[in-house]
């Protein structure tokens, strides 16, 4: 054998051995963008879910207001029937709690009574061409003295009508699958009052 013919031999056997130390470089070349995604999906994945059960708590809240407002009008909506219903308040709440409780709620959550301005479930004014006198109806404009505090009852001044309203104001409350009721996270309550009100007349 050769000088010559023995340094290429030997030049090889160096090239030969480095060759698994190349080989093991790319391979942790290749682990690196593997591990950084996983990092990547570790920081991504509560993120993405925190907002899917943003989306969902928007949704359940809009559902329970929806359900709080159709209960309010099931019970305006018995107090308009005629003038015994208007103000028969127990059936009144009755009507509501169990528009509310067929919705797949329950009643006992759900709070009904008349708004405050209106003094009473029924409520009474005349209608001047689309224009109340009084401009607020209440209660004790149904009745004369010493009951309510309209002498002329039942009637109004020439042209105009006698109006009878029903009034009833719903309250329910919205509790988060996330944030324990009576406290709050951020600023965002786990419990959260929803009120409506729905006013229909009786007597056109």
């Known amino acids: 054998m050769t000088m010559g013919t023995k340094a290429r ?3 090889n056997s160096r090239v030969q051995g ?4 190349l080989a ?3 391979r942790r070349n290749l682990r690196a963008p593997k591990g950084q995604t996983l990092v990547e999906m570790a920081i991504l994945i509560p993120i993405v879910l925190l907002l899917l059960i943003g989306v969902i708590e928007i949704g359940r809240y ?3 207001g929806i359900l709080v407002g159709n209960a309010a009008r099931a019970g305006a909506e018995f107090g308009i029937q005629g003038n015994g219903q208007a103000g028969n ?3 009144i709440i ?4 169990s528009d ?4 797949g709620q329950d009643p006992n959550n759900l709070t009904v009574k008349f708004p405050s301005a209106y003094g009473g479930f029924d409520a009474c004014t005349c209608d001047n061409g689309g224009t109340y006198n009084p401009a607020q109806a209440t209660y004790l404009y149904c009745a004369a003295p010493p009951n309510g505090t309209n002498a002329t009852a039942g009637t109004c001044p020439t042209g105009q009508h006698w109006v009878i309203i029903t009034a009833v104001e719903a309250t329910g409350t919205f509790n988060s699958i996330l944030i324990p009721a009576n406290s709050s996270f951020l600023g965002i309550p ?3 009052l929803i009120d409506r009100t729905s006013i229909l007349r009786s007597r056109p």
């Open 62 to 64: 809009t559902y329970i």
């Open 18 to 21: 480095s060759r698994p130390s």
């Open 190 to 192: 786990g419990s959260i």
């Open 94 to 97: 009755l009507a509501a709690k």
């Open 24 to 26: 093991f470089g790319r």
């Open 9 to 11: 031999l030997d030049e």
């Open 100 to 103: 509310f409780k067929n919705n």
């Open 89 to 91: 308040g127990p059936k």
